[in-house]
């Protein structure tokens, strides 16, 4: 019985992940033609394939002519193991934030054009929000992904937005200098708001997370009802999410005072 077509394959692409996996699991370098015989890929396949990875560091040629894994991919995990090492110091923090607000508490952290979904801690009470960990949302209508997005140098932002604004809700902002505004208050407050922007009904309050060289990495806060929130409650929900910031910031590296200059700035306009 034939195997059905994958919708979307592409055999170079399928291949090279197959030497990949193959030299991932055996920890001795590889011949050509070794590889070739036994992924079942011509030599052909197999040479240029190795050379393509090897002229980028993802493998390298070892005296006797094997090939095995090279350091590009130790410096790939080396970053994910980053992601992974933020959310587990995030945690802690996520859910005393959450304890003490009442609110859902999320984590975000940009990833090309979208935000992902690091963490995300729910009360106990009867009616909360849940986001699940590892979706991918549009982040110029996230209060956390603007926060990180407003410590990035200009250009790297603009990187890091998609080409055209979707409008999620009526009041999401879609024009990209009206965002940027946006960003530039946000730098000057440590603050970022959603106001409906993502879901009608939902509001949000961020802050960034920075690392030990300064640079945001993330952005954390609360997530709530409009329907609940009380304007009187606002200052104290912005002073917890920018302390929990500024402790998350802390545990990965951050030694700055920005969290202090922040929070005093806070305390003097409330």
Same mark, same amino acid.
């Given at each position: ?77 080396? #970053?994910?193991?980053?992601? =992974?090492?933020?959310?587990?110091? $995030? @945690?802690?923090? /996520?859910? !005393?934030?959450?304890? *003490? ?44 992904? #603007?926060?990180?997005?407003? =410590?990035?140098?200009?250009?790297? $932002? @603009?990187?890091? /937005?998609? !080409?055209?604004?979707? *409008? ?59 329907? /609940? ?42």
């Amino acid at each position: 019985m034939r195997k059905a077509a994958k919708k979307y394959a592409v055999p170079a692409v399928e291949q090279m992940l197959d030497i990949v996996e193959h030299l991932a699991q055996n920890h001795r370098g590889y011949g050509i033609t070794e590889l070739s015989r036994a992924l079942g890929i011509s030599t052909n396949g197999v040479f240029r394939i190795l050379k393509c990875l090897t002229e980028r560091s993802y493998t390298e040629e070892d005296p006797t002519g094997g090939y095995r894994l090279g350091t590009q991919f130790f410096t790939l995990g080396m #970053k994910l193991r980053a992601r =992974f090492e933020l959310r587990r110091r $995030a @945690r802690p923090h /996520l859910e !005393r934030l959450c304890e *003490a607000t009442g609110e859902t508490t999320q984590l975000h952290t940009l990833r090309e054009t979208r935000a992902l979904v690091l963490d995300c801690v729910t009360p106990t009470g009867m009616v909360f929000l849940q986001v699940l960990p590892g979706s991918l949302l549009e982040p110029h209508a996230s209060a956390f992904s #603007k926060a990180e997005l407003a =410590f990035l140098p200009v250009d790297e $932002a @603009r990187r890091r /937005l998609p !080409r055209m604004l979707k *409008a999620l809700t009526p009041h999401t902002v879609t024009d990209k200098t009206k965002l940027f505004g946006e960003l530039a208050q946000i730098r000057r407050t440590g603050l970022a708001y959603d106001h409906e922007d993502y879901i009608q009904g939902i509001y949000c309050i961020g802050a960034p997370v920075l690392d030990v060289n300064g640079e945001p990495v993330a952005g954390v806060g609360v997530t709530g009802l409009v329907s /609940l929130f009380h304007s009187k409650t606002q200052p104290a929900l912005e002073h917890a999410v920018l302390a929990c910031a500024g402790q998350i910031s802390r545990d990965i590296g951050y030694a700055g005072g920005q969290f202090q200059e922040f929070l005093r700035s806070l305390e003097k306009n409330t």
